[in-house]
C-alpha cells in the first residue's frame, strides 16, 4: 500500500465522511485517521475496489468514534433504521398508468446549465431531496455525490443489489418529479 | 415489448453500470421512437451534473 494509491481514495472517504459528519474539519480529521491506519496496515488486497470497501469500513469505525466521544447519537444510519415506511412506493403509480404509460409527459428542461448558478434553486434541491424515503435519498447520494459504485452502496447499506437499483430508481423519479413540480413548471408559469 | 415504465428504470440503470448491447438496442429503438422517454433520459442526465456540483458547493 503505497501514499499515492491511497490518494487517490482521499477524495470518495472524504465526501462520504462529509454526509456524515456536516463539517469539515472533523471529516478532514476523520480521513486522516483513516489513511494512517491503512499505511500503517499495508495488507495487500487484490482489487482497487477491495481496498475501497476496507478504507470505508474503517472510516466508518472513525465516524463512530467520534459520535461516541461527542456523545451524540445522531448520524444518518440511525436516522435510516428509524424510517419504516416507504413514502415512495406508491410514486411509480402517480407517474405511470396501469399500462406503464407516462401519466405526464417528461420533457427536457429548458436552460438547466443556467439554473446550476442559482442560489435559489439549490434551495429547492435540497428540500426535494429531503423530501424522499431517507432510504432512497442515502443511496441517491452516496451515487451521485460520494461517487460509490452500485456494488459498495449495497455493502454499506446493507441492502441486496436489486433493492439498491429500486431505491437508485425511485430516487432519481422522486428527485426528478419534483425539481419539476417545485421549479421548472414553476418558473415557467411566471 | 417494453414499457415506457421498464425503459426509465433501464434509463435509470444506465446511469450506475455499462448497459449489455441487447439493453442498448432496447433503448435506442424505443427513445427513437417516445419523446417523453427521451426527455426523462435528459433529466436524468441533468440530476447526475447537478448532484455533482452539489457536492463540491
Known amino acids: 500500500m503505497d501514499k499515492n494509491q491511497l490518494n487517490n481514495h482521499r477524495t470518495i472517504l472524504l465526501r462520504y465522511a462529509l454526509l456524515q459528519l456536516h463539517d469539515e474539519a472533523v471529516a478532514e480529521d476523520a480521513v486522516q485517521e483513516t489513511l494512517l491506519v491503512a499505511l500503517q496496515t499495508g495488507d495487500s488486497f487484490r482489487s482497487e475496489s477491495a481496498i475501497r470497501t476496507w478504507l470505508i469500513g474503517i472510516l466508518k469505525h472513525k465516524i463512530a468514534d467520534h459520535y461516541r466521544a461527542s456523545e451524540r447519537h ?3 444510519g ?13 410514486l411509480e403509480q402517480l407517474i405511470f398508468d396501469g399500462k406503464g404509460r407516462w401519466i405526464g409527459s417528461p420533457s427536457a428542461w429548458s436552460n438547466p446549465d443556467h439554473v446550476l448558478e442559482q442560489d435559489e434553486f439549490w434551495g429547492v434541491f435540497d428540500w426535494c431531496q429531503k423530501n ?8 441517491f447520494m452516496l451515487r451521485e455525490m460520494v461517487g460509490l459504485e452500485t456494488e459498495e452502496i449495497c455493502l454499506d447499506m446493507n441492502i441486496s443489489h436489486s433493492a439498491c437499483r429500486v431505491y437508485l430508481y425511485r430516487a432519481r423519479l422522486g428527485l426528478r418529479e419534483c425539481l419539476e413540480q417545485r421549479w421548472f413548471n414553476a418558473k415557467r408559469e411566471k | 415489448m417494453k414499457t415506457c415504465k421498464d425503459i426509465s428504470e433501464l434509463l435509470s440503470e ?5 448497459l449489455i448491447w441487447r439493453e ?4 435506442w429503438v424505443h427513445l427513437s421512437m417516445c419523446r417523453r422517454c427521451s ?7 441533468f440530476l447526475h451534473k447537478a448532484a455533482g456540483r452539489h457536492r463540491s458547493n
Open chain 1, 74 to 76: 445522531y448520524s444518518l
Open chain 1, 78 to 90: 440511525e436516522q435510516i433504521s428509524e424510517d419504516g415506511g416507504d413514502p415512495n412506493a406508491a
Open chain 1, 132 to 139: 424522499l424515503s431517507q432510504q432512497h435519498a442515502r443511496a
Open chain 2, 14 to 18: 444506465s446511469m450506475d453500470r455499462h
Open chain 2, 24 to 27: 442498448r438496442l432496447t433503448l
Open chain 2, 39 to 45: 426527455g426523462f433520459q435528459k433529466n436524468l442526465h
